[in-house]
T-cell receptor
Framework: NAGVTQTPKFRILKIGQSMTLQCTQD?????MYWYRQDPGMGLKLIYY???????DKGEVPNGYNVSRSTTEDFPLRLELAAPSQTSVYFC????????????FGPGTRLTVL | DQQVKQNSPSLSVQEGRISILNCDYT??????FLWYKKYPAEGPTFLIS?????DKNEDGRFTVFLNKSAKHLSLHIVPSQPGDSAVYFC???????????????FGQGTILTVHP
């Protein structure tokens, strides 16, 4: 089991560019999440999905979009990158939403200049 | 409005002694609490959890205590080891309308350093 994998590990974007952060899990988990972590801060939820075709906003969704066409994949799309989106992005998955721990990927460090 | 707070940015302890990490929350609806450990350049890894029907949960060297009336939880590591040096995050969730969807609210983290 690879668990949760994320690509790329690092990326530098220019203001206004777009990109997609990839996330894949091989644990057959229904629930998947995207978080961002700013320096010295905790993780904040961007979007989540409770199954293929179902997504919803978290605490900080502005500037991002997601899709969930398969159980395994949950890509995060950044449109018109801004310096405020400089952060470390973590994808996570869990078997169910109730009283289950989430398994995290290694993160993508994104810098927008 | 920060609903989960870890007021100590850092903690330094000697190997073999107890480490106590603290976390406070403001939302009384939270009913499930977790601790995650994070090494640099890695994702958080789950450590231990507790539901609001309990006041203590133990797993080896790690014990989590929950005081619902004070809206406070703590993580005890005994004995502390140098390999425990990492950032520790507490997180909370609650069931709303039948399911929480697992959405977690995280504290800011506490950097634990265990000296040999």
């Amino acid at each position: 089991n690879a668990g949760v994998t994320q690509t790329p590990k690092f990326r530098i974007l220019k203001i206004g560019q777009s990109m997609t952060l990839q996330c894949t899990q091989d644990m057959n988990h229904n629930y998947m999440y995207w978080y961002r972590q700013d320096p010295g801060m905790g993780l904040k939820l961007i979007y989540y999905s409770v199954g293929a075709g179902i997504t919803d906003k978290g605490e900080v969704p502005n500037g991002y979009n997601v899709s969930r066409s398969t159980t395994e994949d949950f890509p995060l799309r950044l449109e018109l990158a801004a310096p405020s989106q400089t952060s470390v992005y973590f994808c996570a998955s869990s078997y169910s939403g109730d009283w289950n721990e989430q398994f995290f990927g290694p993160g993508t460090r994104l810098t927008v200049l | 409005d920060q609903q989960v707070k870890q007021n100590s940015p850092s903690l330094s302890v000697q190997e073999g002694r107890i480490s106590i990490l603290n976390c406070d929350y403001t939302n009384s609806m939270f009913d499930y609490f977790l601790w995650y450990k994070k090494y640099p350049a890695e994702g958080p890894t789950f450590l231990i959890s507790i539901s609001s029907i309990k006041d203590k949960n133990e797993d080896g060297r790690f014990t989590v205590f929950l005081n619902k009336s004070a809206k406070h939880l703590s993580l005890h590591i005994v004995p502390s080891q140098p390999g425990d040096s990492a950032v520790y995050f507490c997180a909370a969730s609650y069931i709303a309308g039948g399911t929480s969807y697992g959405k977690l609210t995280f504290g800011q983290g506490t950097i634990l350093t265990v000296h040999p």
